[in-house]
């Protein structure tokens, strides 16, 4: 069964820092791969995919995340971190189509000023 | 501009009686979700459905009854045999077909409370 792992429950950062947020995952082919952004209180918009290709994707907001399929991984990645980034972050796999996703537990991002 | 819907988006509950959570879609897709979230626990799947009138159960559909009459509206409702039906409900829809990985998009959510 496929799964997911995030493994920093929360992270601080100060704004202007770099920030990356790890992923891993199991799952038994090539997987699809989503970052989702949750501002508190609202529902989850999604930052960027891979499916194929290059394996560095560009997302919204000046998000970036690259895969790595030997380490199973997909680490999310933004070079200067702005206060409104604070929110939590999930990692999710898929099977094609979107289907039956599993995310990851989240990672709560703080923003000090 | 299509998206989901979600209402209300706060909604209290006594204990007891059952509450029905809507969800509306004008994105066209086929399969629609209800995911459950609470504090540190991240997302976890209630009932989805990849066509009109089926649906299946998903990781926690206990105490909860789903419907999907239409292609548009997915709605849930949260019975009195939920022990703990406190959270934040969130609704979600996807394509099946088409282009692959094309992910979720999600509604604002309902907090439902019970009290």
């Known amino acids: ?113 | 501009d299509g998206g989901i819907t979600q209402s209300p988006k706060y909604l209290f509950r006594k204990e007891g009686q059952n509450v029905t959570l809507s969800c509306e879609q004008n994105l066209n897709h086929d399969a629609m979700y209800w995911y459950r979230q609470d504090p540190g626990q991240g997302l976890r799947l209630i009932y989805y459905s990849q066509i009109v009138n089926d649906f299946q159960k998903g990781d926690i559909a206990e105490g909860y009854s789903v419907s999907r009459e239409k292609k548009e509206s997915f709605p849930l409702t949260v019975t009195s045999a939920q022990k703990n039906p406190t959270a934040f409900y969130l609704c979600a829809s996807s394509i099946v077909t088409g282009t692959p990985g094309f992910g979720y998009t999600f509604g604002s959510g309902t907090r439902l409370t019970v009290v």
């Open chain 1, 1 to 113: 069964a496929q799964s997911v792992t995030q493994p920093d429950i929360h992270i601080t950062v100060s704004e202007g820092a770099s920030l990356e947020l790890r992923c891993n995952y199991s799952y038994g082919a090539t997987p699809y791969l989503f970052w989702y952004v949750q501002s508190p209180g609202q529902g989850l918009q999604l930052l960027l995919k891979y499916f194929s290709g290059d394996t560095l994707v560009q997302g919204i907001k000046g998000f970036e995340a690259e895969f790595k399929r030997s380490q199973s991984s997909f680490n999310l990645r933004k070079p200067s971190v702005h206060w409104s980034d604070a929110a939590e972050y999930f990692c999710a796999v898929g099977e094609n189509y979107g289907q039956n996703f599993v995310f990851g537990p989240g990672t709560r991002l703080s923003v000090l000023p």
